[in-house]
């Protein structure tokens, strides 16, 4: 009898582990999830709601790929785990019998306990249901507001301005991300934000969101919120953009051991022999390179399912750090980044074009080996980064033939000169 | 929710704002074609000056049935964000240059050729233009596909099939029914004897047309990719190639009494000009003189020399999107419908068997037609050459004109490059097999979003290799570069380089995210 084992979750932790275990097993792998039937990249809901794309275009896989496969789909909510009788329970109240169980269920969106958060037109976006709603809720508006100044906060703005929604962008910090950036890499970004027409706020948090319009009791959905600056902004919608955390309620109900998201090892093995978890709800009993221990990336998410897939099917390995990589898009300004680069600007080289449209800042260690690198507007050559950091190049091998760590498409302005300028004066 | 939320008018919002409606756009279409048709119908009844009354009781009607399909397509049609002109009047002067074609059509041209002329074809370019330089002039540079999947026109919405309709009708009636359409020809007569030295033909108005459609539509490609260097040079080169080499010139030749050869097209795509005797070169050479020579060198020359050795540097990129004016007309004119490409396994299936069948047959008549004129006539005996070119050119008619061109909002601009082409098919081959070619992906940086794989016109799954960071080198990519560009995370770049390692993913790197992704 082939093995079974059972995946909860279709994101792409989830489904990668499914493929990995199938190109090397013949185990029976059935993949439930309520929120779709198949597969589809979260990443590109927001350009889904922009018109970039239809449903049907977020969907890496044709719906053949998956019988073709002989993977088993099930669009059922799983509502419980029995570890004692290895079974999911199914809301429809069907169990399914498991040898072998992973919890890849991602993360959900965290509000902050603001009174009205959960009032009509205000959400997060996370899944193809936040998408949906969020396009009922935005017909017809005519502001927005957006609370959180991160990466999923100013994917909201773009999207709301795509449908000329005026928008006011709530950030707590001084400046866009400057837990992350420099002063100057925040201001390039601050740049992006007002060319496109938002009403960018630092310095500000959401007190409260209301829905009394007219004083005469609410209507249970928004009509406007307050700010921690005391000012009230009418709007139609609000997009809570400040953070995720691992949805781990299954586990939790379970004699599954969890913290912030399910504790597994790097081999994504739980306290439950034969269950385990991977991606956005996981959580490393040891810290990774950064010191945390959740990694909510896509991509950390593909190599973690990656990695458990080959587990699965036998392998004796462990979840092993890459360089790590993450990139963005910030309305039109492109970003790259390999390794670590510190938020602060000592320990980095920076340099920026004359337009202000284009930087690179370069963290090094006191030997001058290179540690990270940021890219605006420019495109870095994944594999030639990821070993000049995980070497500890120096920076004058890279400058030597920087033509060879840039991806520039052809006939782009020449920076390579002007990059090599700046990287070998210091 | 209250009320007010759902029902905002246009007069509140404004022009220049997106704005949620289902029939606003059906509505106005709806009131331009019906009462142009009413206009029609009414001059055909009263048998009005300028035009008479049979094609413009046939115009008429065709407009008023029209306005009706707009209209009840209007009344189901679902809801969807649309960006409202900021000026109605670049649409009303286009409007009025359309409808200065029919008024020709339906007779005013051979009327009054000069002012119809400028009434129709001057006004529609003019009006085209403005609309372009409107809608885009402002914008920051920077891609713009908002709201591109969910308009009507171009999502085979009931306005996307009547269109189709219209081209396809305009390629019909222009290749089997010329004559119907002598309204417009005739307006072309002074341009065509300052050019030519001759009166217009229906190839002379088609080619007019075809160059402005590449021109115009171009501008609007420019604007739409100016952010991308790679696009600007490359649009620029298709509309002076259309222009130079596939319009004024052949041209001018005919005004010095030479044959009106293409420079920019060769065999097998355009195969008459490496097909024996009256089959082919015999044409071209029948002025004497060495400028026919010189043109059927330059034919063999670009077709067995440079052909292959561009392809080998550049991928088929060289021709497919920088010369010639099948992707001329589909990168400028096809931008809008790139998305509506077939995607599907059975579709690549198809055209896989579809356009190397076509490359076979041509290569094996042309082999034929050589050795038949070796025998002298010993194969094909009577059969003229004028019929074999006929036959050939309604081939390529049905192909690349009928299905490939008016098809565009339906099936998307390269339908003929993908199913008919048999040089799409050969450079295809070559760019496979020995090229330097390839769209490298950028090790593990692809999100899957599917970007790429929606845009690319020639239906390729691009998303499938960038997310295994794995290069792209298929025979019927024609190296357009919005894949390149619609990627946004930068994953995609089209390059030339050696062709050792050309079909691995990116270097192979232990522990490295990058290393294990190769094995995808």
Redesign the interface.
């Known amino acids: 009898m082939p093995d079974r084992v059972v995946i909860i979750g279709n994101g792409?932790a989830g489904v990668t582990a499914a493929r990995f275990l199938r190109k090397a097993s013949d185990a029976r792998i059935t993949v439930v999830s309520a929120e779709t039937k198949y597969h589809f990249?979260r990443?590109?809901l927001m350009?889904a709601y922009?018109?970039?794309?239809?449903r049907r275009?977020?969907?890496?896989y044709?719906d053949a790929f998956w019988s073709k496969n002989r993977f088993e789909i099930r669009q059922e909510y799983a509502a419980h785990v029995d570890t004692e009788a290895c079974e999911v329970q199914l809301a429809s109240g069907e169990r399914i019998g498991y040898d072998r169980l992973v919890l890849a269920t991602g993360s959900r969106p965290v509000r902050y306990d603001w009174p009205g958060q959960h009032l009509?037109?205000v959400q997060g976006l996370y899944s193809m249901q936040d998408l949906d709603t969020m396009e009922q809720s935005t017909?017809?508006?005519?502001r927005a507001v957006v609370v959180g100044g991160g990466l999923i906060g100013i994917e909201l703005a773009e999207m709301l301005r795509?449908?000329?929604i005026d928008v006011t962008f709530l950030v707590r910090e001084a400046a866009y991300m400057e837990f992350a950036f420099s002063p100057e890499e925040s201001a390039m970004i601050h740049r992006q934000i007002e060319?496109?027409g938002v009403d960018l706020r630092l310095n500000t948090e959401l007190d409260r969101i209301e829905d009394d319009?007219s004083g005469q009791g609410g209507?249970g959905?928004v009509s406007s919120v307050r700010t921690s600056s005391g000012e009230r902004i009418e709007c139609?919608f609000v997009g809570i953009a400040t953070g995720v955390a691992p949805r781990i309620e299954l586990a939790k109900a379970s004699s599954i051991e969890t913290d912030l998201g399910i504790l597994v090892e790097r081999h994504f093995s739980t306290n439950v022999p034969n269950v385990y978890a991977a991606g956005d709800c996981a959580q490393f009993r040891t810290p990774l390179a950064h010191g945390g221990t959740v990694e909510q990336l896509?991509?950390s998410a593909?190599?973690q399912g990656?990695t458990l897939g080959r587990i699965l099917a036998g392998e004796s390995i462990e979840y092993?750090e890459?360089?790590f990589?993450n990139?963005a898009?910030f309305?039109?300004l492109?970003f790259?980044t390999y390794g670590r680069v510190p938020a602060q600007a000592e320990g980095t080289i920076l340099w920026e074009n004359e337009r202000g449209n284009r930087a690179l800042r370069l963290a090094v260690d006191d030997a001058g080996a290179v540690l990270g690198v940021n890219g605006f507007g420019i495109?870095l050559?994944?594999?030639r980064w990821?070993?000049a950091i995980?070497e500890g190049h120096p920076v004058d091998r890279i400058t030597e033939s920087i033509d060879e760590y840039l991806?520039?498409?052809?006939?782009?302005?020449r920076i390579s000169r002007d990059l090599t300028r700046t990287l070998s004066a210091t | 929710m209250t009320e007010a939320d759902h029902s905002i008018s246009i007069a509140d919002l404004g022009r220049g704002e997106a704005w949620i409606d289902a029939g606003y756009v059906y509505r106005r279409v709806a009131i331009w074609l019906g009462g142009a048709g009413t206009v029609f119908l009414v001059l055909a009844l009263f048998s009005l000056p300028p035009v008479r009354p049979l094609p413009a009781a046939v115009i008429g009607i065709l407009l008023l049935t029209a306005a009706a399909t707009a209209t009840i397509a209007g009344r189901r049609s679902g809801s969807f964000p649309i960006e409202i002109p900021r000026s109605r009047w670049p649409g009303v002067v286009t409007g009025l240059g359309v409808l200065g074609l029919l008024v020709s059509v339906a007779g005013a041209g051979q009327s009054y050729p000069v002012p119809m002329f400028w009434a129709g074809t001057g006004l529609l370019t003019l009006g085209g233009t403005w609309m372009i330089v409107a809608r885009y002039s402002g914008a920051k540079p920077g891609l713009d596909n908002d709201g591109v999947k969910r308009g009507d026109t171009t999502n085979r919405g009931a306005l996307g099939w009547m269109l189709a309709i219209a081209m396809t009708g305009f390629y019909v009636i222009l290749y089997w029914y010329p004559s119907a359409l002598e309204g417009i020809t005739r307006t072309m007569d002074p341009l065509a004897y300052a050019i030519s030295g001759q009166p217009a033909t229906q190839w002379f108005m088609y080619g007019t047309f075809y160059t402005l459609a590449i021109l115009v539509m171009g501008v609007r490609a420019l604007y739409r990719y100016r952010h991308s260097r790679y696009h600007v040079i490359r649009t620029l080169v298709l509309m002076t190639v259309q222009l130079v080499l596939a319009y004024v010139i052949p041209q001018i030749l005919v005004l010095f009494n030479q044959p009106e050869f293409y420079f920019s097209y060769f065999w097998p795509l355009k195969w008459t000009y490496l097909w024996p005797a009256d089959f082919g070169i015999g044409w071209i050479l029948s002025g004497g003189g060495d400028v026919g020579v010189f043109m059927v060198l330059w034919g063999a020359i670009m077709s067995f020399v440079a052909t292959p050795i561009l392809t080998y540097f550049y991928g088929k990129r060289w021709y497919c999107s920088w010369v010639c004016g099948c992707g001329g007309l589909a990168e400028t004119a096809g931008d809008p419908f790139r998305h509506l490409a077939p995607r599907s396994l059975d579709s690549w299936r198809l055209e896989r068997w579809l356009v190397h069948g076509s490359l076979a047959f041509i290569v094996a008549l042309t082999a034929l037609l050589w050795i038949n004129s070796a025998l002298e006539g010993g194969i094909f005996g009577g059969f003229s050459g004028a019929a074999a070119r006929a036959y050939g050119f309604l081939f390529g008619a049905v192909w690349a004109g009928v299905i490939g061109v008016g098809f565009y909002p339906v099936l998307g601009s390269r339908i003929w490059c993908r199913y008919g082409c048999p040089m799409a098919a050969i450079l295809g081959l070559q760019q496979r097999f020995f090229s330097r070619f390839r769209i490298t992906t950028n090790g593990g940086q692809c999100i899957s979003c599917g970007n790429c794989s929606a845009y690319c016109e020639m239906g390729i799954d691009v998303r499938w290799y960038a997310q295994r960071g794995q290069n792209i080198i298929r025979a019927s990519c024609v190296g357009c570069g919005v894949c390149a560009t619609v990627c946004p995370r930068g994953v995609l770049k089209l390059e030339n380089g050696p062709r050792d390692g050309r079909f691995n993913g990116p270097v192979l790197i232990e522990r490295d995210d990058v290393g294990v992704l190769s094995q995808d």
């Open positions: 792409i990249a990443t590109a350009y922009m018109g970039h794309l239809n275009d977020l969907k890496p044709e009509g037109g017909k017809g508006i005519r795509s449908r000329h060319a496109h319009v209507s959905h139609g896509w991509y593909r190599r990656k092993e890459p360089v990589y990139s898009k309305f039109d492109e790259q495109r050559d994944h594999a990821a070993t995980r991806f520039n498409p052809e006939f782009d302005s």
